[in-house]
Protein backbone atom coordinates (compact mmCIF):
# COMPACT_ATOMS: atom_id res chain seq x y z
CA UNK A 1 0.00 0.00 0.00
CA UNK A 2 1.30 3.61 -0.98
CA UNK A 3 -0.03 6.89 -0.78
CA UNK A 4 2.23 9.62 -2.25
CA UNK A 5 1.56 13.31 -2.02
CA UNK A 6 3.03 15.78 -4.32
CA UNK A 7 2.73 19.60 -5.39
CA UNK A 8 3.38 21.12 -2.05
CA UNK A 9 6.23 24.12 -2.13
CA UNK A 10 6.67 27.35 -1.04
CA UNK A 11 3.91 30.26 -2.07
CA UNK A 12 3.62 33.60 -1.69
CA UNK A 13 0.12 34.64 0.71
CA UNK A 14 -2.61 34.82 -2.03
CA UNK A 15 -1.38 32.37 -4.17
CA UNK A 16 -2.60 28.28 -4.76
CA UNK A 17 -1.13 24.68 -4.85
CA UNK A 18 -2.54 22.25 -5.98
CA UNK A 19 -1.70 19.04 -4.26
CA UNK A 20 -2.14 15.42 -5.59
CA UNK A 21 -2.00 12.03 -3.47
CA UNK A 22 -1.50 8.70 -5.84
CA UNK A 23 -2.49 5.49 -4.28
CA UNK A 24 -1.60 2.26 -4.95
CA UNK A 25 -1.84 -1.34 -3.17
CA UNK A 26 -5.96 -1.69 -2.20
CA UNK A 27 -9.16 -0.95 -3.80
CA UNK A 28 -8.99 2.70 -4.11
CA UNK A 29 -12.72 3.40 -5.12
CA UNK A 30 -13.74 1.95 -1.90
CA UNK A 31 -12.01 4.48 0.63
CA UNK A 32 -12.94 7.56 1.57
CA UNK A 33 -9.98 9.82 1.15
CA UNK A 34 -9.08 13.05 3.14
CA UNK A 35 -6.38 15.34 3.56
CA UNK A 36 -5.13 16.58 6.69
CA UNK A 37 -2.48 19.08 7.86
CA UNK A 38 -0.16 19.85 10.83
CA UNK A 39 1.36 22.98 11.76
CA UNK A 40 4.49 23.63 13.50
CA UNK A 41 3.95 22.71 17.31
CA UNK A 42 0.39 22.22 16.59
CA UNK A 43 -1.88 18.43 16.68
CA UNK A 44 -2.74 17.19 13.32
CA UNK A 45 -6.24 18.08 11.67
CA UNK A 46 -8.26 17.30 9.20
CA UNK A 47 -8.83 19.80 6.42
CA UNK A 48 -10.95 17.58 3.51
CA UNK A 49 -12.84 14.51 2.59
CA UNK A 50 -13.95 13.10 -0.34
CA UNK A 51 -16.72 10.30 -0.27
CA UNK A 52 -15.82 7.17 -2.44
CA UNK A 53 -18.04 8.03 -5.16
CA UNK A 54 -17.07 11.65 -4.86
CA UNK A 55 -20.77 12.50 -4.44
CA UNK A 56 -20.13 14.08 -1.07
CA UNK A 57 -17.21 16.02 0.21
CA UNK A 58 -16.33 17.70 3.66
CA UNK A 59 -13.74 21.20 4.01
CA UNK A 60 -13.08 22.34 7.15
CA UNK A 61 -14.17 25.82 8.31
CA UNK A 62 -11.01 27.58 7.70
CA UNK A 63 -10.69 26.67 4.30
CA UNK A 64 -14.06 26.76 3.21
CA UNK A 65 -14.56 28.43 0.05
CA UNK A 66 -10.38 28.31 -0.73
CA UNK A 67 -9.76 24.98 -1.07
CA UNK A 68 -11.70 21.85 -2.94
CA UNK A 69 -11.11 18.52 -2.68
CA UNK A 70 -11.77 16.32 -5.98
CA UNK A 71 -10.56 12.58 -7.10
CA UNK A 72 -10.51 10.48 -9.96
CA UNK A 73 -10.86 7.20 -9.29
CA UNK A 74 -9.97 6.03 -12.59
CA UNK A 75 -6.44 7.37 -12.35
CA UNK A 76 -6.45 6.56 -8.09
CA UNK A 77 -5.29 10.27 -7.56
CA UNK A 78 -7.05 12.66 -4.93
CA UNK A 79 -6.08 16.37 -5.52
CA UNK A 80 -6.59 19.25 -3.11
CA UNK A 81 -6.37 22.66 -4.86
CA UNK A 82 -5.59 25.63 -2.52
CA UNK A 83 -6.50 28.57 -3.43
CA UNK A 84 -5.61 32.69 -1.73
CA UNK A 85 -3.13 30.92 0.60
CA UNK A 86 -2.65 32.39 3.77
CA UNK A 87 0.15 32.57 6.12
CA UNK A 88 -1.52 30.06 9.02
CA UNK A 89 -2.11 27.24 5.99
CA UNK A 90 1.19 26.44 5.91
CA UNK A 91 2.66 22.78 7.20
CA UNK A 92 2.46 19.56 6.21
CA UNK A 93 -0.06 17.70 4.73
CA UNK A 94 -0.95 14.39 4.50
CA UNK A 95 -3.08 12.01 2.47
CA UNK A 96 -5.09 9.81 4.10
CA UNK A 97 -7.59 6.31 2.66
CA UNK A 98 -10.19 5.21 5.47
CA UNK A 99 -12.58 2.62 4.29
CA UNK A 100 -15.30 3.05 6.43
CA UNK A 101 -16.99 -0.36 6.68
CA UNK A 102 -13.72 -1.53 8.78
CA UNK A 103 -12.15 1.62 9.73
CA UNK A 104 -8.64 0.06 7.53
CA UNK A 105 -6.36 3.43 7.32
CA UNK A 106 -3.46 3.91 5.46
CA UNK A 107 -1.31 7.60 5.57
CA UNK A 108 0.66 9.23 2.98
CA UNK A 109 4.29 11.18 4.23
CA UNK A 110 3.32 14.19 3.55
CA UNK A 111 4.18 17.16 1.69
CA UNK A 112 5.21 20.68 3.24
CA UNK A 113 3.51 23.44 1.89
CA UNK A 114 4.79 26.84 3.18
CA UNK A 115 3.16 30.59 2.80
CA UNK A 116 5.47 33.31 2.85
CA UNK A 117 6.79 36.37 1.34
Known amino acids: VQLVESGGGLVQPGGSLRLSCAAS????????MSWYRQAPGKERELVAS????????YLGDSVKGRYTISRDNAKNMVYLQMNSLKSEDTGVYYC???????????WGQGTQVTVSS
Open 96 to 106: KAIRSTTAENY
Open 25 to 32: GFTFSRYV
Open 50 to 57: ITSSAGST
